[in-house]
C-alpha cells in the first residue's frame, strides 16, 4: 500500500502545515526581544553599540513581517521552500547582529539554535542539513571576525579565549545534537499520527462493508418474497400459454430473470433484515470468517478448537465486531505471507478468557525485534530469496501495528514470541517452528450476553449519511 493511498502524510507535505501567521508572531516576538536587549545593553550598561547597524538588521525583520502581513492572506500555508527562507532569514539576521555585538562573547550567541532546531521539526533533512552547515560557519567565523563590546570607558568587554573555544564546541555540538533529538522525536510522533490515522481508515472500510452486508442481506430477505410471487405467477402463465407459443416464450423469460435475480441476490447477502443474530457469532465461526480470504493463497490453515481447564465443552458466542474482524484477518494474512506450507489457528476458552494463537512454519521474527513487534511502520528487510519467493508483497510495516491496536481496543492482550529458534536450518516442512502471535480476551469483554427469545431479526436500520 502506497502512502498515497493511505492518505499518509511526507514531511514535505507536513511542511506545508505552517502558518504565515505563525512565523509572523514568532518573528514579533523575536524582534521585541532584540530591540528590549540592544536598549538594556545601551541604557542600563552604557556599553557602545553600532547602533544604526543594529537598528538597520531589527528594521529588515520589521519590514519584512509588514511587508508579509499586508500581501499574503493571515491562513496562507507556507511550502517547503517558502518555509526553508524564513528561517534562513532569521538565522542570518540573528548572527548579523551577534556579529555586532561581540560574537561568541555575547551571551545570547546560544540563540542561534533556535533556526536549525525549528528546521529539524518542521523541514525536510535536506533544509535541515543546509541550516545546520550555515549556522556551524557563521559560529565558526564569529570566533575571529566580530565587533567587540566596548563600556562607556572604551574599555573591551571579552571572555577568555578558552571560554570563547569552549562557547564554540558547545554551540557546535548542541547543533548536532538538538537537531537530531528534536527531528527523531518529531517523525516518532509523525509516524504514530499516520499509523494511528491508517488504523482508523481501516477500521472505517471494515465497518462500512460490515453495513453493507446488512444493508444486501435486508434487500435479499424484503425482495425475496416479491420474487416468489413473480416467479410463480410466470409458471402458471406459461402453463395456461401452451396453445400460444410467443407469449408463453415471455412468460418463461420473466420467471427465468426472476430466478437470476435471487440467485444475485444469495450471492450477496445471507440473512434478512437487521439479523440482531449477526452481531455475534461462534468463535471458531468467527475465526474463520477472518481466516476466509487468505484460504486460497496456497497455504494450508488449520484450524484447532477446544475447552481449556475449567470451560465448558459448548464454544463460547463473541461479540462480532469489525474491529475483531480485521484485527485477526491482519494477523493471518501476515502468517500466511511468511508461512512455509501452513498455518495453525488455536482457539481455546475457559471461564475466565478466550485465547486465539496464530503459529506458521516459517523462520519466525527476528530476535532482535521482537520487544519491537508491533511499532509503526516496523518491518525487517527481506532476503532476495523472500523476495523471489514473494515477489507481490511490499509492506509498509502496519500491518502487526493496525492489528493490535484494534484487538487492543476490543480489550485484548496480545504477545509475540517464535516456536522455535528461528535461526535453526533442521526442521521439517510443515512443523510448528515459526512466529507465535496469541491474542487473549477477558472473558467479559468478548463474550456476547444471551439473546432475548424471539430477538432474531429487528427492523432495518436507517441508512445515514
Excluded at 7 to 12: A, F, K, P, V
Excluded at 113 to 120: E, N, Y
Excluded at 226 to 232: E, N, S
Excluded at 403 to 432: I, V
Aim: glycine share 8%; proline share 4%; net charge neutral.
Amino acid at each position: 500500500m502506497a502512502n498515497s493511498e493511505l492518505g499518509l502524510t511526507s514531511e514535505y507535505q507536513r511542511s506545508n502545515w505552517i502558518r504565515l501567521r505563525t512565523m509572523i508572531l514568532l518573528r514579533w516576538f523575536a524582534i521585541i526581544g532584540q530591540l528590549t536587549a540592544i536598549t538594556v545593553a545601551q541604557k542600563l550598561y552604557n556599553l557602545q553599540l553600532e547602533l544604526g547597524l543594529c537598528y538597520l538588521a531589527v528594521g529588515v525583520s520589521v519590514v519584512g513581517n509588514l511587508v508579509a502581513i499586508f500581501v499574503f492572506p493571515e491562513n496562507k500555508r507556507l511550502s517547503e521552500t517558502e518555509n526553508f527562507l524564513m528561517v534562513m532569514f532569521d538565522l542570518l539576521q540573528l548572527c548579523f547582529l551577534l556579529y555586532l555585538t561581540g560574537g561568541l562573547h555575547n551571551p545570547f550567541s546560544l540563540l542561534v539554535l533556535g533556526p536549525v532546531t525549528v528546521s529539524a521539526s518542521v523541514l525536510s533533512l535536506r533544509s535541515t542539513l543546509t541550516l545546520g552547515l550555515t549556522a556551524f560557519l557563521l559560529v565558526s567565523g564569529m570566533v575571529f571576525y566580530h565587533l567587540p563590546l566596548r563600556t562607556e570607558m572604551g574599555f573591551i568587554l571579552r571572555i577568555p579565549d578558552l571560554f570563547v573555544y569552549g562557547q564554540w564546541t558547545a554551540i557546535t555540538i548542541a547543533l548536532v545534537f538538538i537537531s537530531v533529538y528534536s527531528r527523531r522525536i518529531t517523525r516518532e510522533m509523525n509516524a504514530m499520527s499516520d499509523a494511528l490515522a491508517a488504523t482508523q481508515m481501516a477500521l472505517a472500510r471494515a465497518q462500512k462493508l460490515n453495513d453493507l452486508g446488512g444493508v444486501v442481506a435486508a434487500a435479499a430477505h424484503e425482495l425475496g418474497t416479491p420474487l416468489a410471487t413473480i416467479k410463480l405467477t410466470s409458471a402458471e402463465l406459461a402453463d395456461d400459454l401452451e396453445d400460444r407459443p410467443d407469449l408463453r416464450e415471455d412468460a418463461l423469460l420473466i420467471r427465468e430473470q426472476a430466478d437470476r435475480c435471487r440467485d444475485i441476490l444469495r450471492s450477496m447477502g445471507r440473512a434478512g433484515k437487521d439479523d440482531l443474530h449477526m452481531r455475534y457469532a461462534p468463535l471458531v465461526e468467527v475465526i474463520r470468517e477472518s481466516a476466509e480470504p487468505h484460504q486460497d493463497r496456497g497455504k494450508q490453515i488449520v484450524l484447532e478448537e477446544g475447552a481449556g481447564p475449567g470451560g465448558e465443552y459448548a464454544q463460547p458466542q463473541i461479540l462480532r465486531r469489525p474491529e475483531v474482524i480485521h484485527g485477526l484477518r491482519n494477523l493471518i494474512q501476515n502468517a500466511v505471507d511468511f508461512a512455509a506450507s501452513t498455518v495453525w489457528i488455536e482457539a481455546l476458552w475457559t471461564d475466565d478468557v478466550i485465547s486465539i494463537r496464530i503459529i506458521d512454519d516459517g523462520r519466525g521474527f527476528p530476535q532482535h525485534l521482537l520487544g519491537r513487534i508491533g511499532d509503526p511502520f516496523m518491518r525487517r528487510r527481506r532476503s532476495e530469496a523472500e523476495r523471489k519467493a514473494r515477489p507481490e508483497y511490499e509492506g509498509m510495516g502496519l500491518g502487526l501495528f493496525i492489528a493490535k491496536t484494534l484487538l487492543e481496543r476490543s480489550g485484548a492482550e496480545l504477545s509475540f514470541a517464535n516456536a522455535s529458534d528461528p535461526f535453526a536450518q533442521d526442521h521439517p516442512k510443515g512443523e510448528r517452528r515459526g512466529a507465535v502471535v496469541e491474542v487473549v480476551w477477558p472473558r467479559h469483554k468478548i463474550v456476547a450476553k444471551a439473546a432475548q427469545p424471539g430477538a432474531g431479526l429487528g427492523e432495518n436500520r436507517p441508512i445515514e449519511a
